[in-house]
């Protein structure tokens, strides 16, 4: 199978033809010549200089193509191309009744024209002779659609990861402030305003927000370099480096905005620092008001930013709303779970346990506890990291092209009727199974409940699929329902009686959404001159992933046995080998019946997905990083809630033994409840995006649950340890003295 296009003038008018020899190029059209795609020459071993026999003519191999624009290298595979001059097509006798035959005619506009408003102007003579117009913009457009998915999940990367980070400053801001108390207290003893200490912080948090986005635009601009080559295999145009520095300055600007309002929020407790405390350590500052006006400011910026944030990477107003509400509700359930906990361990204390299980379990609510600090930042991380993993195998699972089992690997197709059962017969004389085999006739839309398709076309006030109502559908008829097929509404009739007047049918789910119209309604079709009447009896969900025949409209038995038809079978090859001969004895047999081995598309497809997937995981990792940076920060914070009750324990003659276990038991608990919730959390997340973004299945694995909750609370525990290491190697005095 292989598609020929006559060429004349100047094509394209967009990209270049890549040639070898290039030098053909300007001289192929000067006799019966042709230019044969690379991968057909590779496939029957030609050379610039041998002869290809297209119909009824020989042309003589000029050049092979390398490169085609707007067709991406793996078209090649099941749709290779032969240019010929178009003066020389008549010669081939392929332009006859009963031919298929497209005419393309392309047109380049100076930059003043407005090709919309043409298009616009000429849509009454394109709609009633039923020519399809492209442009450059409805390719960008289509482009847009089919990478949909990816640009969803690589901006939900991008959200996730600036949450996260954000968090992160709020949780290092918290330590330093920590950390600068006394100084704090220092500065308001000799003499500086509450006001002046804030702004003091509020500087240097701001500087190293600023140095932070820099150098992750300095870092991105970085990566960049090596972007062209990870793309370049799979897409058909090449990608030229250069910097955008409208989003370099976005991007610095986002990151020094959030990281700003995160780190503010810590900061404002600085205002309630009073000189007492450089006098006396015990002197409660923490005391916050309600009231207090500026601290919910904050708030409501934080929030507001992060919606602008989100409806900018979602180029989608609700869907950025939801992000942010998934992300509010997340803080909100965390909170409420941490409330939970000190309730229920208040209220539920497990008396007879021994001493260390009882004091770790007692730190979840007592006096200064960390339950909520770790639970919203672990909780949280722990919710957005496995959100954006779920989502990351739902899009792999969503795009990947599945070959293996019993898949068919091996399409013929082009079967006239009296040659399906000889077909039939050597694809089992190999032992191969007969897969599938489904009849296959072409028509048209004439009618949709008495109204021609022409008038339906003609109103520009109808919100309805023009493109499907141009189709040319490819029907089939049988009397049961293939493994891809669900019927979702109406009754599938298997068989009807051939003289019947109204024919009822079954269609696509998606189809009649396209159409806007459903069950009960007549649709009347052009079967090559004869019209046909039918009416919509049911509604298939069809998975089109399905590497089969798959058909929008299916008729039942009986009702197209003798329109003109061709078959489409499908079988398995167990090797290249048996694949190779099985289509050089049904070349001999039938020449005119084409053959597609989806062993060598599945290859190629192996290798897209390859790259897909190292751009998503290599997406995917910064957000990891910076969850675990998240997680390392959040546990930190607790440092100063913990020094003073390990102190205590010590002098009060506690083993240093005890109060590791204790240490460890209450990190135990905080990392698994905070884990558990955040789980739960991504799981119901995954699969609102699975269904509201991506228009895919969630299926749920517990792999990831079980890894995530042993890692999260893992590190929890390690980092907790590794961090009150300093402490439980000193002497309680020295500490006492340091500290206090």
């Not at 145009?237 to 610095?252: L, N, Q, S």
Request: with cysteine; proline share 4%; glycine share 6%.
């Amino acid at each position: 199978l292989v598609q020929i296009r006559a060429l004349e003038g100047d094509f394209p008018f967009y990209g270049k033809i890549g040639a070898d020899p290039q030098s053909a190029l300007k001289s192929y059209q000067s006799g019966p010549n042709a230019l044969v795609d690379e991968a057909l020459m590779i496939q029957f071993d030609a050379q610039p200089g041998d002869t290809v026999r297209i119909g009824e003519s020989k042309f003589a191999i000029a050049a092979k193509l390398t490169n085609i624009p707007s067709q991406p290298p793996i078209a090649s595979t099941f749709n290779p191309r032969i240019y010929l001059p178009a003066e020389h097509i008549d010669r081939t006798q392929l332009l006859q009744r009963g031919s298929l035959v497209t005419y393309q005619v392309y047109f380049k506009f100076s930059d003043e024209t407005d090709v919309k408003k043409l298009v616009a102007g000429l849509k009454p003579f394109l709609d009633k002779n039923r020519i399809r117009v492209d442009t450059v913009e409805n390719r960008k457009k289509r482009v847009g659609r089919v990478m949909e998915n990816l640009y969803r999940f690589l901006n939900l990367v991008g959200f996730v990861a600036l949450i996260l980070g954000s968090i992160g400053v709020g949780s290092a801001v918290h330590v330093y402030v920590k950390q600068k108390l006394n100084d704090v207290a220092v500065l308001r003893c000799l003499g500086a305003k509450s006001k002046q200490t804030f702004w003091i912080y509020l500087i240097q948090v701001g500087f190293m927000a600023f140095a932070g986005s820099f150098a992750g635009a300095l870092l991105g601009i970085f990566i960049q370099l090596f972007l062209p080559d990870v793309f370049s295999d799979f897409l058909p145009v090449d990608i030229e480096y250069f910097i955008a520095w409208d989003a370099v300055i976005k991007g610095v600007f986002i990151g020094l905005g959030l990281s700003f309002l995160f780190g503010l929020l810590p900061l404002l407790s600085i205002r309630n620092v009073s000189p007492l405390l450089a006098l006396r350590a015990s002197f409660d500052f923490s005391r916050k008001s309600k009231r207090d006006v500026l601290r919910w400011l904050v708030y409501t910026l934080i929030i507001v930013c992060m919606t602008l944030f989100a409806i900018s990477q979602s180029a989608n107003f609700m869907m950025g709303i939801w992000f942010t509400v998934a992300v509010i509700a997340a803080f909100l359930v965390l909170a409420g779970v941490s409330k939970f906990i000190v309730f229920f361990c208040k209220r539920f204390f497990p008396k007879s346990w021994t001493y260390t299980w009882r004091q770790g379990l007692a730190n979840l609510y007592r006096p200064n506890n960390q339950t909520l600090i770790l639970m919203l930042s672990v909780g949280l991380g722990t919710f957005l990291i496995t959100t954006l993993y779920l989502s990351h195998d739902t899009l792999l699972e969503k795009v990947s092209f599945v070959g293996g089992g019993d898949r068919p690997n091996l399409i013929l197709f082009d079967i006239q009727p009296d040659q399906k059962d000889e077909v039939i017969e050597e694809i089992r004389s190999m032992n191969l199974p007969l897969l599938q085999e489904a009849p296959l006739v072409t028509m048209r839309l004439q009618e949709i409940n008495g109204e021609s398709i022409f008038d339906i076309i003609s109103d520009s006030t109808r919100k309805r699929s023009k493109g499907l109502l141009r189709w040319e559908f490819r029907t089939t008829y049988r009397d049961s329902l293939f493994e891809s097929e669900k019927i979702v509404a109406g009754n599938w009739i298997k068989r009807v009686d051939e003289n019947l007047e109204v024919i009822p049918i079954s269609l696509d789910q998606g189809t009649a959404e396209y159409l806007k119209i459903e069950l009960g309604d007549t649709i009347i079709w052009d079967v090559q001159g004869v019209p046909l009447t039918t009416e919509i009896a049911s509604l298939r969900k069809v998975d089109w992933q399905r590497i089969q025949a798959n058909f929008m409209v299916v008729f039942p038995e009986g009702a197209l046995n003798y329109a003109p038809q061709i078959y489409i079978l499908a079988t398995r090859a167990p090797d290249t080998q048996t694949s190779a001969e099985l289509q050089k004895k049904i070349n001999q047999m039938h020449p005119n019946v084409s053959m597609i081995d989806l062993a060598l598309v599945l290859s190629t497809l192996d290798g897209f997905l390859e790259k897909i997937s190292f751009v998503i995981r290599f997406m995917a990792f910064f957000s990891i990083f910076t969850g675990l940076i998240v997680l390392t920060a959040a546990v930190i914070t607790s440092r100063f809630q913990r020094v003073h009750e390990s102190i205590l324990l010590r002098t009060l003659g506690a083993s240093r033994k005890q109060v590791t276990k204790i240490m460890a038991i209450e990190y135990l608990f905080l990392g698994s409840f905070a884990a558990i919730t955040g789980l739960l959390l991504s799981y119901i997340c995954s699969w609102a995006l699975a269904y509201f973004a991506f228009d895919s299945i969630f299926i749920p694995t517990f792999l990831p649950f079980i890894l995530v909750l042993f890692t999260v609370a893992g590190l929890t525990v390690l980092i907790g340890m590794l961090n009150s290491r300093g402490i439980l190697d000193r002497p309680p005095l020295e500490v006492l003295r340091l500290e206090a």
